[in-house]
């Protein structure tokens, strides 16, 4: 069964850059680039900041980055803020036309 | 303004069913897929159920197979989900989702719904 794993927390300080990695363990998650990254607030519907593992919507900051390489992707915040304090979860598709969740990870910002 | 709007949930018993709708507007339905994804209170995300626009590729998370059905209806912009032989741990908050890709899948969900709550209890 495909999974997709991440660390439980990753914290920096104001300014600072974080990286949040998203490890695979499926050989679609090496061949398809469809990876996708979410920011969840307490109590606030999920919202995409990353889509195909590097492209960011419409109206989401460029501070926010993403990269794959192998059964590795990563979420890369830049100039960290209060505001980016939420979980992050990576989400990919998986065999057999499903899609999996990573589990969630905290980010503090000291 | 592109909108999704869930309902259906409620309170039910162990064993038996529900259905969840999901009424969108705001953009072309018939172009993208869509997704069924629940999150248990104060636990992660986790993606229940996606069908492609033409409902020809559909999938389910092997702990729903059998149980949950997923289906569209492009004349009137809806996405449902048919639970049965419901279970304590389908408790959560169900969120339609609306993929960022045009016709196949991307598994990036770009619009969601407010969400619709289930409880499976006795």
């Known amino acids: 069964q495909s999974a997709l794993t991440q660390p439980a927390s990753v914290s920096g300080s104001p300014g600072q850059s974080i990286t949040i990695s998203c490890t695979g363990n499926s050989s679609d998650f090496v061949i398809y680039n469809l990876v996708s990254w979410f920011q969840q607030h307490p109590g606030k519907v999920p919202k995409l900041i990353i889509y195909e593992a590097n492209k960011r919507p419409s109206g989401i900051s460029n501070r926010f980055s993403g990269s794959k390489s192998g059964n590795t992707a990563s979420l890369t915040i830049s100039g960290l803020q209060a505001e980016d304090e939420a979980d992050y979860y990576c989400c990919s598709y998986a065999t057999g036309n499903t899609g999996v969740f990573g589990g969630r990870t905290k980010v503090t910002v000291l | 303004e592109v909108q999704l709007v869930e309902s259906g949930g409620g309170l039910v018993q162990p064993g038996r069913s529900l259905t969840l709708s999901c009424v969108v507007s705001g953009f072309t339905f018939d172009e993208f897929p869509m997704h069924w994804v629940r999150q248990a209170p104060g636990k992660g995300l986790e993606w229940v159920a996606g069908?492609?626009?033409?409902?020809?590729?559909?999938g389910y998370v092997d702990s729903v197979k059998g149980r949950f059905t997923i289906s569209r209806d492009n004349a009137k912009n809806s996405v449902y989900l048919q639970m049965n032989s419901l279970r304590r741990e389908d408790t959560a908050l169900y969120y339609c989702?609306?993929?960022?890709?045009?016709?196949?899948?991307?598994?990036?969900?770009?619009?969601w719904g407010q969400g619709t709550t289930v409880t499976v209890s006795s």
């Open positions: 069908i492609s626009w033409n409902s020809y590729s559909i």
């Open positions: 989702a609306k993929d960022v890709g045009k016709l196949v899948p991307h598994y990036g969900m770009d619009v």
